[in-house]
């Protein structure tokens, strides 16, 4: 046994010695020191010209991959006065030393590329995937249709208790022709159902599949036969055969919540979609054509409950959106939703808009409440899951709203939204460097979305980077155009006062100003102008201002944005959040 260990240690002095010779080691911290270089200068480059961060990690790629490369070339050649040549013959002992070397590279590179190459995501077994159903009838106007059927298959069998992949995520790969398993490692999902419909004689014929994604495999298909106005029911039906395929055990409420329809009316549900459709444009414009077809519906079934709840989400959009004073009836948003809860009390996302409306008008405990009520119901709502993040954001503790957001996003992973606001959650809790780390994977998502480049430019004021803030600013509005993004301004007032260009920053109140002659500008966007120009009684004017006009950004930004802080101590903003009754203590 001992001349094995004399063999070993020599072996190993051996090969340490010809990696001295050979310059290996020098030529490997040379290059590592090289590539950290590379990947400093290109992240900050990337980040001033708003370039997607798949790049930053394909430029660590190749720089993983070439660093075998350079270690085998100092290993073969050397460079000396002489110019490049072979470097000399080793002793006898060099085929052991050559394969330990070899070893040692190939083992090095293979961790190096197990950290920076990304795997797919793990497949969850209590999860399903419900695809928007493709239009094969040839005929546009029926796409309502087809979505309006996915939707209801998704929240049927969220009815059941089954978790149920997000509509923004598995809508957003509508033909693009993937895969079963390229679907499901997507999203995360280990069953998928797919769904299509097409004409045929007289009706349309909805063929339906459930697929076991780690298997590859067909569990379930069947074909259903219905005439246009019929083809609401095969929700329920479709709902209903997926726990038996994915072998789950529904409970007893989960079976009624399903049997509780909303309407046998087929007129109403056709209405309904109708409206469905123009909701998720997620415009003013948009709410407004839904909410014409949500009434149309409710005069064929005045007890049609999630068209009262859908009229309610859709008046609180339009004021979100439009950001004016009364510009919708708070009595009648109110008189919706308690009467669609009268009619189903069971309905986590009527609780979750109903809680949307109590944080609106500032109620802060009903609010709370009516969220826990939904995640009571269904601790998976994502809508409930995400909108408890938005309590927490403007209530506080802001440390309470991450566990919410990461659990939306784990169920709506392609969600731009839902990813931009666990960067906004980081931001609001002062996390700024782990803000832009999760930006770049929301740009990834999206990169043509404007949001999380709005969200950046913040976080880089708050770091007092003025210059990249500018960029990521008018990298937002761009994407926002031909619209005006108004709302927008502010941010690049700020960048330029933060630069000292104060005539910009200036020509964009003046811009402002005007604009307010002949429509609504919020009092919070001249409040952000004037902070960045450091006139604290014009923020605080307006600050108060921003809360008697009812924005329902002004308790959170008044209560913990970064723009603030300079006044949050004055007795006028003491007095604001007293009248709000929100706390500043325990708020980060």
Same mark, same amino acid.
């Given at each position: 046994?001992?001349?094995?260990?004399?063999?070993?240690?020599?072996?190993?002095?051996?090969?340490?010695?010809?990696?001295?010779?050979?310059?290996?080691?020098?030529?490997?911290?040379?290059?590592?020191?090289?590539? /950290?270089?590379?990947?400093?200068?290109?992240?900050?480059?990337?980040?001033?010209? &708003?370039?997607?961060?798949?790049?930053?990690?394909?430029?660590?790629?190749?720089?993983?991959?070439?660093?075998?490369?350079?270690?085998?070339?100092?290993?073969?050649?050397?460079?000396?006065?002489?110019?490049?040549?072979?470097?000399?013959?080793?002793?006898?002992?060099?085929?052991?030393?050559?394969?330990?070397?070899?070893?040692?590279?190939?083992?090095?590179?293979?961790?190096?590329?197990?950290?920076?190459?990304?795997?797919?995501?793990?497949?969850?077994?209590?999860?399903?995937?419900?695809?928007?159903?493709?239009?094969?009838?040839?005929?546009?106007?029926?796409?309502?249709?087809?979505?309006?059927?996915?939707?209801?298959?998704?929240?049927?069998?969220?009815?059941?208790?089954?978790?149920?992949?997000?509509?923004?995520?598995?809508?957003?790969?509508? =033909?693009?022709?993937?895969?079963?398993?390229?679907? &499901?490692?997507?999203?995360?999902?280990?069953?998928?159902?797919?769904?299509?419909?097409?004409?045929?004689?007289?009706?349309?014929?909805?063929?339906?599949?459930?697929?076991?994604?780690?298997?590859?495999?067909?569990?379930?298909?069947?074909?259903?036969?219905?005439?246009?106005?019929?083809?609401?029911?095969?929700?329920?039906?479709?709902?209903?055969?997926?726990?038996?395929?994915?072998?789950?055990?529904?409970?007893?409420?989960?079976?009624?919540?399903?049997?509780?329809?909303?309407?046998?009316?087929?007129?109403?549900?056709?209405?309904?979609?109708?409206?469905?459709?123009?909701?998720?444009?997620?415009?003013?414009?948009?709410?407004?054509?839904?909410?014409?077809?949500?009434?149309?519906?409710?005069?064929?079934?005045?007890?049609?409950?999630?068209?009262?709840?859908?009229?309610?989400?859709?008046?609180?959009?339009?004021?979100?959106?439009?950001?004016?004073?009364?510009?919708?009836?708070?009595?009648?948003?109110?008189?919706?939703?308690?009467?669609?809860?009268?009619?189903?009390?069971?309905?986590?996302?009527?609780?979750?808009?109903?809680?949307?409306?109590?944080?609106?008008?500032?109620?802060?405990?009903?609010?709370?409440?009516?969220?826990?009520?939904?995640?009571?119901?269904?601790?998976?709502?994502?809508?409930?899951?995400?909108?408890?993040?938005?309590?927490?954001?403007?209530?506080?503790?802001?440390?309470?709203?991450?566990?919410?957001?990461?659990?939306?996003?784990?169920?709506?992973?392609?969600?731009?939204?839902?990813?931009?606001?666990?960067?906004?959650?980081?931001?609001?809790?002062?996390?700024?460097?782990?803000?832009?780390?999760?930006?770049?994977?929301?740009?990834?998502?999206?990169?043509?979305?404007?949001?999380?480049?709005?969200?950046?430019?913040?976080?880089?004021?708050?770091?007092?980077? =003025?210059?990249?803030?500018?960029? $990521?600013?008018?990298?937002?509005?761009?994407?926002?155009?031909?619209?005006?993004?108004?709302?927008?301004?502010?941010?690049?007032?700020?960048?330029?006062?933060?630069?000292?260009?104060?005539?910009?920053?200036?020509?964009?109140?003046?811009?402002?100003? $005007?604009?307010?002659?002949?429509? =609504?500008?919020?009092?919070?966007?001249?409040?952000?102008?004037?902070?960045?120009?450091?006139?604290?009684?014009?923020?605080?004017?307006?600050?108060?201002?921003?809360?008697?006009?009812?924005? /329902?950004?002004?308790?959170?930004?008044?209560?913990?944005?970064?723009?603030?802080?300079?006044?949050?101590?004055?007795?006028?903003?003491?007095?604001?959040?007293?009248?709000?009754?929100?706390?500043?203590?325990?708020?980060?």
């Amino acid at each position: 046994m001992t001349g094995y260990y004399e063999v070993e240690v020599i072996s190993v002095v051996s090969l340490l010695n010809e990696l001295k010779k050979r310059k290996v080691v020098q030529v490997g911290l040379v290059y590592l020191a090289s590539a /950290w270089f590379i990947v400093e200068v290109s992240s900050v480059v990337l980040d001033i010209f &708003a370039v997607q961060g798949w790049i930053s990690r394909l430029i660590v790629l190749i720089l993983a991959l070439g660093f075998p490369v350079a270690l085998i070339l100092s290993w073969i050649f050397d460079l000396s006065i002489d110019g490049i040549r072979r470097t000399d013959p080793t002793s006898t002992s060099g085929k052991l030393i050559i394969s330990s070397a070899v070893v040692i590279m190939l083992v090095g590179t293979a961790g190096v590329l197990g950290y920076v190459v990304p795997r797919g995501a793990e497949l969850d077994q209590n999860v399903v995937a419900v695809m928007a159903c493709d239009n094969w009838t040839g005929d546009a106007e029926l796409e309502y249709v087809t979505d309006g059927l996915a939707e209801d298959i998704m929240h049927a069998v969220q009815r059941l208790g089954i978790q149920v992949i997000g509509r923004s995520s598995t809508f957003s790969l509508k =033909y693009k022709n993937l895969d079963i398993p390229t679907i &499901a490692q997507t999203l995360g999902a280990a069953y998928v159902l797919t769904c299509s419909v097409r004409r045929i004689p007289q009706s349309l014929r909805i063929s339906a599949q459930l697929s076991d994604a780690s298997a590859n495999k067909a569990l379930w298909t069947e074909d259903f036969d219905r005439e246009p106005d019929r083809v609401f029911d095969v929700a329920r039906i479709i709902a209903a055969e997926i726990p038996k395929r994915m072998q789950i055990i529904t409970s007893d409420e989960g079976q009624a919540r399903l049997a509780n329809y909303e309407t046998a009316d087929p007129d109403a549900v056709d209405l309904y979609w109708r409206g469905r459709h123009f909701q998720n444009q997620l415009t003013a414009a948009g709410g407004r054509k839904a909410i014409e077809y949500f009434r149309q519906a409710l005069e064929i079934d005045p007890n049609y409950a999630v068209a009262h709840a859908s009229i309610a989400d859709s008046l609180i959009m339009i004021k979100q959106f439009e950001q004016i004073p009364d510009a919708v009836s708070a009595a009648e948003v109110e008189a919706h939703l308690e009467k669609a809860l009268e009619l189903n009390s069971e309905s986590a996302d009527i609780w979750a808009t109903y809680g949307v409306f109590m944080l609106d008008t500032q109620r802060w405990e009903q609010s709370l409440d009516a969220f826990q009520r939904a995640l009571d119901i269904d601790p998976n709502n994502i809508s409930a899951n995400t909108w408890m993040m938005s309590y927490y954001q403007t209530v506080g503790p802001a440390s309470r709203q991450i566990p919410y957001i990461q659990n939306a996003i784990r169920l709506d992973p392609l969600n731009s939204f839902a990813s931009a606001g666990k960067i906004f959650a980081l931001l609001m809790m002062r996390e700024y460097e782990n803000a832009l780390r999760a930006s770049e994977a929301t740009i990834d998502l999206d990169p043509t979305f404007w949001l999380p480049y709005w969200v950046r430019a913040i976080t880089y004021d708050a770091m007092g980077d =003025y210059n990249r803030m500018l960029v $990521e600013i008018d990298k937002a509005i761009d994407l926002r155009s031909p619209d005006e993004p108004s709302d927008l301004w502010p941010y690049q007032a700020r960048a330029y006062a933060g630069l000292g260009r104060i005539n910009e920053a200036n020509a964009i109140l003046a811009k402002l100003k $005007e604009r307010s002659r002949e429509q =609504y500008v919020p009092a919070m966007d001249f409040a952000l102008i004037y902070a960045a120009l450091g006139d604290e009684e014009q923020v605080l004017t307006h600050l108060e201002k921003a809360v008697d006009d009812g924005d /329902w950004r002004a308790p959170g930004q008044i209560l913990g944005s970064f723009e603030f802080d300079s006044v949050r101590d004055t007795p006028r903003v003491r007095a604001l959040l007293d009248r709000l009754g929100l706390r500043i203590e325990g708020y980060l």
